[in-house]
């Protein structure tokens, strides 16, 4: 008779067997494809997360520089632009011939200049006079005639520069020039824009270009 030497285990009168440990299962072997990403894909809701992330901050850096840049921009084109340069003017500035007009304005005394400080005088004298009847009938032809005055020096300083422009230029050059200069020499010397680019009493020369 056959001697049966295999172990067994009795429990609760059934026999059992020790079952053998499974093995795990190899991971799956991805093949390396030329110019494929050879990578899981991420899912959609974390590549939006790293994506926008980055983006915020670069977006706040990016348009921080171009404020700074604008600004920049902007102080260089009204530095220009006081300075007479002509990329930096606008057009109705630009050229020889406006160049002239405003030497011709820039070089002499205009009486136009003066109105507005005088203005402002006879306003105070009588804010102090409290609107005296006499001061006024002092006041008011002084200032009147001085208004006359100063615009007839206009008009006469817009017909000698549409004079020399004439003879510069030719008559085509001419439209719009004596309104140009008028409008100049009412302004006081420090405020006009551009700048003068020429002292009092200088000699006008025509800058071609």
Do not use: C
């Not at 817009?158 to 510069?168: I, L, Q, S, Y």
């Not at 050059?173 to 551009?194: D, E, I, K």
């Amino acid at each position: 008779m056959a001697d049966d030497s295999r172990p067994t285990a009795y429990s609760g009168g059934v026999l059992s067997r020790k079952k053998p440990t499974a093995e795990p299962e190899p991971a799956p072997v991805v093949e390396e494809r030329p110019g494929a990403k050879n990578r899981p894909t991420p899912k959609r809701k974390d590549q939006e997360a790293a994506n926008r992330r980055p983006l915020v901050g670069n977006a706040k850096a990016v348009k921080s520089d171009q404020k700074a840049r604008q600004r920049v921009e902007r102080e260089e084109a009204r530095q220009g632009m006081l300075r007479g340069e002509e990329k930096y003017l606008p057009p109705r500035d630009r050229g020889p011939v406006k160049r002239l007009l405003r030497d011709m304005v820039d070089t002499r005394w205009n009486i136009g200049e003066f109105l507005l400080p005088l203005m402002l005088i006879v306003l105070a004298a009588m804010l102090l006079g409290g609107r005296n009847p006499q001061a006024q009938l002092l006041i008011l032809p002084v200032v009147y005639g001085v208004m006359v005055i100063g615009i007839l020096d206009a008009w006469l300083l817009g017909r000698r520069a549409k004079k020399r422009v004439t003879e510069e230029f030719g008559e085509a050059h001419t439209r719009g020039n004596a309104w140009y200069v008028a409008l100049r020499s009412l302004q006081m010397r420090m405020s006009r824009v551009p700048r003068p680019q020429i002292k009092r009493g200088e000699p006008v020369v025509v800058h071609r270009r």
